[in-house]
């Protein structure tokens, strides 16, 4: 009973990302080694839940263990130069061979129907071309990398038109120059590139790390653009993988696409758990901060209502119906993260007293221990001393401690201002605390 009762409470929450992902566009990039480890047919599954959503998908393979094995096995030299291969001749040859290969085997996984299987009534058509124009990357540390080139163009128009269709489209990481020339590219260029030029509302690396480590090696829940270039220019032993796709995660948010996300291919379903529920299970980079705190709307009646309503059963805050909420918006500020009401708080004025009361500060219970009231407070503040405030008051029965760490000392309803002293309910027993602003 408990399981069922935790998949319905996740599917419940999972609706707003299913409404808001529609149509919307994804570009996922992972290595030729999720391929050569029996690992994609997992990824299918949910390549393919994604695509009966409505999700518009880009595929972007890599082929390196596939090259490597059949460069081995011909005896031919492997030479890298800042990570990027030396294609010579026999090394391209390898590329062809490898990305026809591995291409053919991502179809084949992507056209599975079996029954009493994820993949069961599947019907996903996968679209692969030219759409990857290329040119060379000449020379670097003074060695010529020959057939190993970079992206000049993407045919964004083209790929859109597959993916009007509903077709999957799946890229490989070459490309053509326009005098029919072939060149071996990066997987992390092609995803990057691809993803700036359809202004895709998200790029995903699947690599080898869980995510972007810390200095204390747990994994960055959040990075802005900012601090992303910050984590760069101050780690010197990132995973290898972070090294190659953070810089994409950087430069595709800086070219318009809306999130990247770096996650680790092996664990099994990271990719829906990390778009589907709040907390993710790899690193996200966005352009800018997901929190923003601003004055409310009445747009937003129903989500503060949904905030407040658990804390109001509890008596930790005084009932307020929705005619009064929607009469007193004005009042309030909320803290939106990523499009949802996080919390809220409001501000009421006693502009005799030049004092201002504090009421209905909220945190969604997903978002706490984030200091997300600490943001609230702040802003109430701010608010606060612009109208010309010169103190803050709060009543609570609860939470006294955690505004007495936050600068608000003991006072007593005698010191409220008198529009309040009237409305003081001496059965709740409401502590009072006020703070100077």
Known sequence: MKDTADFVHWFRSAAPYIHGFRGKTFVIAFGGELVADGDFVQLAHDVNLLNSLGVRLVLIHGVRPQVEARLNENGAAIRYVEGLRVTDDAALACVKEAAGTVRVEIEALLSLGLAN?????????????????????????????????????????AIRRRLD????????????????EIFNLSLEDVATQAAVELAADKLIFLMDTEGVPDKARTIHNTLTVNEAR????????????????LPCAITACTGGVKRAHLISRHRDGALLSELFTREGVGTLITPAPLETLRAATIDDVGGILGLIEPLEREGILVRRSRERLEME????LVLESDGVIAGCAALYPFPEELAAELACLAVSAEFRGRGFGDLLLAGAEQRGKKAGFKRLFVLTTRTEQWFEERGFIDSSPDQLPHGKQALYNYKRRSKVLEKAI
Do not use: C, W
């Open 117 to 157: 299987t994820p993949m069961a009534g599947a019907s996903i058509r996968v679209a692969s071309g030219n759409f990857v124009t290329a040119r060379p990357l000449g020379i670097r540390d003074g060695v010529d990398l020959l057939h190993t080139g970079e992206v000049r163009k993407i045919d964004a128009a």
């Open 165 to 180: 269709q509903h077709d999957i489209v799946l890229l490989s990481p070459i490309g053509y120059s326009p005098t029919g």
């Open 230 to 245: 910050q984590v760069l220019d101050k780690s010197r032993k990132l995973p290898e993988d972070v090294s190659y796709y």
């Open 329 to 332: 918006i004005d009042r309030f």
